[in-house]
Nanobody, 119 residues
Framework: VQLVESGGGVVQAGGSQRLSCAAS???????????KAWYAQAPGKQRELVAQ???????FYADSVKGRFTISKDNTRRRVFLQMNSLKPEETAVYFC???????????WGQGTQVTVSS
């Protein structure tokens, strides 16, 4: 199983960015039954949960991003997305995708994608 994030880059404060996470080597049923999440790790800080979606579609967001970030998925394409709006400079971080497979009992992480929000 491999997760590859994309969509990072430099964006001005107040702007938007859409991150994508592509899962390969995972059959559809396993992907569909997995929980998906996005984490952010700012320089010198611990990795923190930003958004999560259960296999049933329930979502959770960190308080700081509620109303601005949206997590979504495309099971057929085995992709997870994070739409980020009204970005703030303090949200500059490496964003990681995580898939928690209930079938395999494993957590899978991508290598991360850098998002830089300029003021």
């Amino acid at each position: 199983v491999q997760l590859v994030e994309s969509g990072g880059g430099v964006v001005q404060a107040g702007g938007s960015q859409r991150l994508s996470c592509a899962a390969s080597g995972m059959i559809l049923s396993v992907f569909s039954s997995s929980d998906k999440a996005w984490y952010a790790q700012a320089p010198g800080k611990q990795r923190e949960l930003v958004a999560q979606m259960t296999s049933e579609g329930a979502t959770f967001y960190a308080d700081s991003v509620k109303g601005r970030f949206t997590i979504s998925k495309d099971n057929t394409r085995r992709r997870v997305f994070l739409q980020m709006n009204s970005l703030k400079p303090e949200e500059t971080a490496v964003y990681f995708c995580k898939i928690k497979s209930k079938s395999y009992g494993n957590d899978y992480w991508g290598q991360g994608t850098q998002v830089t929000v300029s003021s």
